[in-house]
């Protein structure tokens, strides 16, 4: 019942499928109290709601109406409704006088799209037995529901929490033990108290570490988050809907929502949005009206910056500058600020999920740019690539800088042994931030040649160069550094290189297509590829860049201008699956799809039966079957640990099959 | 014809008042084409509008409706219009048929509320022979336009156009020149082709330098800044104005304004803000419009993010966290990240005008937050401030850092020789960002007691809390520096101070009093005002925080419980006026303001006659006389520098008069 359509780190814009219709997320589901509507949801964008079946259940009168006509009818909402059940309640009182099974069957029973088993929200920093004790509860209760639902056949979808309060083993586990039941949606419980309390460091480690083992293939609900201040950063972590009673609780205490934070009504000068409430009134006129015509502007006021900012984090996932947004937004205030630098050391687990390339530039924010996985990956994968003798590292220039290289680089010191120099021998680099060591061979891939940052520079930049400089430094025997670097970045190093006037950076375009795919398909792909004697490299007469690879007139590869990544043709393909061992780049399907595959279709997640644990979204990769035969290439929609979660939907737009004679 | 209401920084939000009517500021002017108007600019929030003088007067036809029926009728627009000379179409196409002289007297003709004279809008990095003699022809046609208006007493309001290109020092020059015409607004031209190459760190260093030398009670028109991403770092340059042709012209070309940007239908999936448009309409809606009616939504969009913005940058100059907006906005470009890096280089133009008090608290958002003018002037107030023999440095911990102290402070090292523990000669300062060092005794004032900070550091922070202890080891014979500090900032110091259990922080009220009033009012001020036997402190029953300081039954101070500050009262002030030696914390007025002030009056700028330079917005100030006779003490509303430039309006808020036999 849900489904990806794009993604940016963790994040990802889906689509949910529900009785009542498909929505997008990221989405926020507006609270509706049964018995008092202030404004019309639907009006100002609301796409889902929420409300509360234990409400409903204990008023006679609701309940008799939701059960004759059904709970579209009673809140007068056509599209999906999610329905809590009681939780909260049970979380405020210690106490309710329902059991699970009943919640569940009354949450079916008055047609709830989306109905949640009767679980413990277990409040924040508790003692570890209490939070054990009520965790067991949960996960029956859970399971209990899960069974029930099937015994029964249940159309209502049915929600699965993840609780365990602030210990972070427990919320792993909970994930854990929730997925095997394959519950429909996983909402993430009891945050709350640390929204409340600004400490969204804590939030960022407990919502890691509930979505950690969750499956990709389920969405997943923040509960209680209805601040836009920290949707993008929830966003970036994996959730895909929040629930807000804020629009409406803030309104009535004359409060209105922001990115920027909560202003208080009293305090406003300047009504601080654009929406047609800001637009038309001031908030002197707001503070003249009766209070309650004021709640009903407030209260849209804040579902239409909320909407705006999930119309907003939709866009960035879709353009992939996602990060950009979350790194601006937790500008705002100090503890999103530590949040996301908190979030940073997340870096292994979002770069899991992170497509290979996005559709915009990668954007120097701050010194927490640094730490992205877009960064970490590049490191990870240059310290792997095969390195020569020599290495020379030039200063930055405009981008991408093989091209604006000057025909004289200048002057070098030398670091260790003193070589003749042999351009042979010698790789090349430029240091730059974010991303430390750029080969010049590979400065036009993404998002290596697609990054910008400030010419000011801050002391974790300039720490990080120096770091990345002297850890490449020893896997060289003579390094040879442009002076220039040695000035900005305060290098105690005096011997000049005699030969400095020697340096020559001299082009090769085979050697640049061999080191693109060594660096996209792994070392030895290069050669793989580009072997025999008769390479012929076509390039773009309009922007002089690579275009087309062939051997003789057969095409190996074609060369992407938005990221410069190679797209493989049937003879790359073919070679670099004779090179590259089993499993690398491979997507492996099981006998059934063998004949679909061979014919050129696409590859839906549920007929892949293992895959290269490091295939991200939008490789290119090789379709192969069970025995490692070839029967096509395409590129990979999804992530490699996506596409085990999934058993709906496309993983492998296939560019084309391979026929049992072709092999 | 300006007015200052609330400042930040440099930026302010003023009221410029114009033949038709006042309007705020900072403000936008959306450009009126006199013969197509796409959309009603008024109803999307527009108070001013500029059009183009020149196109007017050489088109017959408008031109001879503009003269009998006047602009306004024109153009369809009651409020203020400002126009410009065709210095545009100058520098488009080199030459044009109309002299200075003739557009001054037309512009007044058809009735323009502010119109400017013919100057010569010089290109970025031209050679510095033609911006001389381009500037020269400016300087000659500004004067020339003033001396005709003066001469014909137009009622007319004149823009001198500050031009210089990229020459800093001709900025500069060509403010201080127009400054002697005494013309009616300032604004700065030419940056637009620094603009549409994002090269926003010159864009930086010469508004700075443009705005120098002008006064500061003139309004400030950034000309053909127009983008909303830019808005908030040129207002907290000081520019006031801004003016937008963007808004039709992006609309035309199927383009959407943001503070994030620009964004390109074409791209878009999602409706990227709160407004009415973004809110009824889907980007597909949009594209299957007719291009008119395209045009006109999207003209729309632009102008209400524009107001939005501009409205958002108001109230943060009213709540004091202007710079915390600019610090947001910035992050939404390396470029524009890079020039407010720029900008932290004029902290000391900046902190000229930056109230002393604020009502937000100070936000860290990253290490520019390091180099605020805020932390400068601290530091620069505390390298002056008595110190003791020895210096005790602890950790942070919740603030105000006194009242969270515990009993036990912990282990500390010894840097310096190693003395007896003397409680008597030892300072005791907290170590923490942004503002380094925070002697405990004046914790609570602002904003050393009102702000936050992430708790995950950069490096530029550990550099920074590095050199300030290195600093300040220096004035000291013994430091001792707590465990803590040695282990967060991997400090080399070996030696336990062997006392280190008998180390505590005594709590002592009248020593916090004095600390605080020599912080405030300069050192000595503290024995000044609390000399006596039966100096009483009243402190509040609910808060514990001092309110009130009695010698006897004689107030002194109050403390006010915001950011602790002293109020004085009368005995206060006199005992100030006594000890603090001319012209320490004195605005001193015109022998004819005597009689007014003593009377409790308050003091307009035209009859101060000098000031303590150090005089900020919000400071308690003494006001006397020329011969320095004590007439009545109060809060300045405006920083010194600002006194001196304003001919108009309130300065001093008195809080008492002095009457001669009360001296």
């Given amino acids: 019942m849900f489904e990806i359509k794009a993604k940016d780190n963790r994040a990802r814009v889906g689509v949910l499928k529900t009785n009542h219709g498909n929505i997008k997320t990221p989405n926020l589901m507006p609270v509706i109290h049964p018995k008092k509507q202030v404004i019309d949801v639907k009006e100002c964008g609301a796409d889902i709601v929420i409300t509360n079946a234990y409400l409903i259940y204990k008023d006679p009168e609701l309940k008799q109406k939701a059960i004759d006509k059904g709970l579209h009818n009673l809140i007068n909402f056509n599209g999906p409704i999610m329905t809590d059940s009681g939780s909260f309640q049970l979380s405020v009182y210690g106490d309710i006088d329902i059991t699970n099974k009943e919640i569940i069957e009354f949450q079916n029973l008055i047609k709830t799209d989306i109905g949640t088993s009767l679980d413990i929200p277990t409040a924040p920093f508790v003692n570890r037995e209490k939070a054990e004790k009520d965790l067991k509860i949960t996960l029956n209760r859970a399971k209990e529901a899960v069974d029930y639902k099937r015994s029964t056949n249940m159309g209502m979808a049915l929600n699965s929490v993840v609780q365990g309060s602030t210990f972070l083993d427990l919320r792993r586990k909970c994930g854990a033990e929730l997925t095997k039941l394959n519950a429909d949606l996983y909402p993430i419980g009891a945050v709350v108290p640390l929204m409340e309390s600004y400490n969204y460091a804590d939030l960022v480690d407990i919502v890691m570490?509930?979505?950690?083992?969750?499956?990709?293939?389920?969405?997943?609900?923040?509960?209680?988050?209805?601040?836009?201040?920290?949707?993008?950063?929830?966003?970036?972590?994996?959730?895909?809907?929040?629930?807000?009673?804020a629009y409406v609780l803030y309104a009535e205490d004359d409060r209105l929502l922001s990115t920027r934070g909560t202003f208080k009504l009293e305090n406003l000068k300047e009504m601080p949005c654009s929406c047609e409430v800001c637009s038309n009134y001031t908030p002197d006129e707001l503070r003249e009206m009766s209070k309650k015509e004021?709640?009903?502007?407030?209260?849209?006021?804040?579902?239409?910056?909320?909407?705006?900012?999930?119309?907003?984090?939709?866009?960035?996932?879709?353009?992939?500058?996602?990060?950009?947004?979350?790194?601006?937004?937790?500008?705002?205030?100090?503890?999103?600020?530590?949040?996301?630098?908190?979030?940073?050391?997340?870096?292994?687990?979002?770069?899991?999920?992170?497509?290979?390339?996005?559709?915009?530039?990668?954007?120097?924010?701050?010194?927490?740019?640094?730490?992205?996985?877009?960064?970490?990956?590049?490191?990870?994968?240059?310290?792997?690539?095969?390195?020569?003798?020599?290495?020379?590292?030039?200063?930055?220039?405009?981008?991408?800088?093989?091209?604006?290289?000057?025909?004289?680089?200048?002057?070098?010191?030398?670091?260790?042994?003193?070589?003749e120099i042999d351009l042979d021998k010698t790789d090349f680099m430029v240091l730059d931030i974010p991303f430390g060591l750029i080969p010049l061979e590979i400065d036009e891939i993404y998002p290596l040649g697609q990054n910008e940052s400030p010419k000011n520079r801050d002391a974790d930049s300039l720490e990080f160069l120096k770091d990345i400089l002297f850890e490449f430094i020893k896997y060289y025997d003579q390094v040879l550094i442009h002076s220039k670097i040695i000035k900005d970045l305060n290098i105690d190093l005096y011997d000049k290189h005699p030969q400095s006037n020697e340096i020559r950076y001299l082009k090769n375009d085979l050697k640049k297509i061999k080191a693109i795919a060594d660096y996209q398909f792994g070392i030895g792909s290069g050669s793989a590829l580009f072997s025999g004697d008769d390479i012929n490299i076509e390039k773009s007469k309009k922007t002089g860049k690579i275009r087309h690879v062939f051997d003789g007139k057969v095409p190996i590869v074609n060369m992407r201008a938005s990221d410069s990544y190679l797209i493989l043709s049937k003879e790359g393909a073919k070679r670099l699956h004779a090179h590259m061992e089993y499993p690398k780049n491979r997507i492996v399907v099981n006998e059934d799809s063998v004949p679909f595959v061979r014919d050129g279709k696409s590859v839906f997640s549920k007929f892949v039966v293992d895959t290269d644990e490091n295939i991200r979204t939008n490789d290119e990769v090789l379709i192969v079957s069970e025995d490692d035969k070839l029967l096509g290439f395409g590129k990979s929609l999804l992530s490699a640990h996506e596409i085990h979660d999934f058993n709906t939907g496309q993983a492998i737009k296939t560019r084309k099959g391979i026929k049992k004679e072709e092999e």
């Fill in 209 to 245: 570490n509930s979505v950690a083992y969750l499956p990709d293939n389920k969405s997943r609900h923040l509960m209680g988050a209805g601040h836009p201040m920290v949707f993008s950063l929830c966003v970036a972590m994996g959730c895909d809907l929040f629930d807000s009673a």
């Fill in 294 to 419: 004021r709640t009903k502007l407030i209260a849209k006021h804040n579902l239409y910056v909320s909407f705006a900012e999930l119309r907003l984090i939709r866009q960035a996932i879709y353009d992939g500058n996602l990060m950009e947004l979350v790194e601006e937004r937790c500008r705002v205030h100090p503890q999103l600020l530590n949040a996301y630098r908190q979030l940073t050391n997340y870096y292994e687990d979002l770069e899991k999920y992170d497509p290979r390339s996005k559709k915009s530039a990668f954007f120097y924010t701050g010194p927490e740019s640094l730490l992205r996985s877009e960064v970490k990956r590049h490191l990870k994968k240059l310290r792997k690539m095969p390195k020569k003798r020599d290495l020379v590292i030039l200063p930055p220039s405009r981008k991408p800088y093989s091209k604006y290289l000057s025909g004289k680089l200048g002057e070098f010191y030398v670091y260790g042994s003193e070589n």
